[in-house]
């Protein structure tokens, strides 16, 4: 009796055990509901500016109303097209002027190579007069008082871009925009030929009022590293050249042209014996191109005045 008890027993064990299978099946197959994620609300879309790049800095600089915004900008939508059209226009011409000018060059063709290059300049005449009418069109937009703050602000710039290893100050920069609004009425009035003259002496005042000795320094040496940049100086040779151009120019008054190209001839020649090694003396040997001599024409001698013919 007691073994069939416990035969009975173990078989509804079983049963129940087999019972309680598809309940645990279905409820692995059946996942929980997630709980829906709440959405950010999105930001509202920022309204597209009218101007971009560097008419953007002209709109801040000249605190353009919105109107002058969109006027600039209805320009510059024609300008783009015009760009398009012209590029259309020319750039199979300018492809074949490009091969002509090449082949002429491989062939030592001079007659050729100048047809080609005179063709070639023609073409780009055209679209800096295409970018200098609307350049026009877009400074007409501006008051006199804004013209005088671009202006101002382009020649800072300028000024910053010519006299990078100086690092400029903020007081030194004020002092710039002081000098400029001095000459601003000359600058203004003068013609494309006076106005390149009068922002060179412009550029001279910069260089030797407001400048330090230090920077000046600094600024000669980094245009020496520019024409040698292929070299690579090291630090020391860095160093060494800053040390020649001290040398050289200490007492040379440096505003006179003559006086400041031959101390400039002495820290080169300084550079080019004392400071590179022979390996880059080489290298400057094999990118300098040949001179070539041209041959001397003997000049009639006048007739003596008196003289009997």
Same mark, same amino acid.
């Given at each position: 009796?007691?073994?069939? #008890?416990?035969?009975?027993?173990?078989?509804?064990?079983?049963?129940?055990?087999?019972?309680?299978?598809?309940?645990?099946?279905?409820?692995?197959?059946?996942?929980?509901?997630?709980?829906?994620?709440?959405?950010?609300?999105?930001?509202?879309?920022?309204?597209?500016?009218?101007?971009?790049?560097?008419?953007? =800095?002209?709109?801040?600089?000249?605190?353009? #109303?919105?109107?002058?915004?969109?006027?600039?900008?209805?320009?510059?939508?024609? =300008?783009?097209?015009?760009?398009?059209?012209?590029?259309?226009?020319?750039?199979?011409?300018?492809?074949?002027?490009?091969?002509?000018?090449?082949?002429?060059?491989?062939?030592?063709?001079?007659?050729?190579?100048?047809?080609?290059?005179?063709?070639?300049?023609?073409?780009?005449?055209?679209?800096?007069?295409?970018?200098?009418?609307?350049?026009?069109?877009?400074?007409?937009?501006?008051?006199?008082?804004?013209?005088?703050?671009?202006?101002?602000?382009?020649?800072?710039?300028?000024?910053?871009?010519?006299?990078?290893?100086?690092?400029?100050?903020?007081?030194?920069?004020?002092?710039?925009?002081?000098?400029?609004?001095?000459?601003?009425?000359?600058?203004?009035?003068?013609?494309?030929?006076?106005?390149?003259?009068?922002?060179?002496?412009?550029?001279?005042?910069?260089?030797?009022?407001?400048?330090?000795?230090?920077?000046?320094?600094?600024?000669?040496?980094?245009?020496?590293?520019?024409?040698?940049?292929?070299?690579?100086?090291?630090?020391?040779?860095?160093?060494?050249?800053?040390?020649?151009?001290?040398?050289?120019?200490?007492?040379?008054?440096?505003?006179? =042209?003559?006086?400041?190209?031959?101390?400039?001839?002495?820290?080169?020649?300084?550079?080019?014996?004392?400071?590179?090694?022979?390996?880059?003396?080489?290298?400057?040997?094999?990118?300098?191109?040949?001179?070539?001599?041209?041959?001397?024409?003997?000049?009639?001698?006048?007739?003596?005045?008196?003289?009997?013919?």
């Amino acid at each position: 009796m007691k073994r069939l #008890s416990m035969i009975l027993a173990a078989a509804c064990i079983m049963a129940m055990a087999a019972g309680s299978l598809p309940a645990q099946e279905g409820a692995e197959a059946a996942p929980k509901p997630r709980p829906k994620r709440q959405r950010k609300p999105r930001p509202p879309k920022k309204k597209r500016p009218l101007l971009r790049g560097m008419h953007a =800095r002209m709109a801040e600089v000249c605190g353009l #109303s919105e109107d002058q915004q969109k006027q600039i900008a209805g320009i510059n939508t024609e =300008r783009g097209k015009a760009r398009k059209a012209h590029y259309e226009e020319t750039k199979d011409q300018v492809a074949a002027l490009r091969e002509a000018m090449k082949k002429a060059k491989e062939s030592k063709d001079k007659e050729a190579n100048a047809k080609a290059r005179k063709e070639y300049s023609a073409l780009s005449a055209k679209g800096r007069d295409l970018d200098k009418k609307f350049v026009t069109q877009i400074m007409a937009v501006l008051t006199p008082e804004q013209k005088v703050k671009w202006d101002e602000y382009q020649f800072v710039l300028a000024v910053k871009r010519k006299f990078r290893a100086a690092k400029l100050t903020d007081e030194q920069v004020n002092k710039v925009k002081a000098l400029y609004v001095k000459e601003a009425a000359v600058l203004a009035g003068a013609d494309k030929k006076a106005k390149a003259a009068a922002r060179n002496k412009l550029y001279a005042k910069v260089s030797q009022e407001i400048l330090t000795e230090e920077q000046r320094t600094a600024v000669a040496v980094a245009g020496l590293v520019g024409r040698y940049r292929k070299l690579k100086l090291t630090d020391d040779q860095l160093a060494q050249l800053k040390a020649a151009y001290v040398k050289n120019t200490t007492g040379v008054n440096m505003t006179d =042209r003559n006086a400041a190209r031959q101390a400039m001839n002495k820290v080169t020649e300084a550079l080019k014996n004392d400071i590179l090694t022979p390996e880059q003396r080489e290298q400057i040997k094999s990118s300098r191109p040949p001179r070539v001599k041209k041959p001397r024409v003997a000049k009639p001698k006048a007739a003596k005045v008196g003289t009997a013919e």
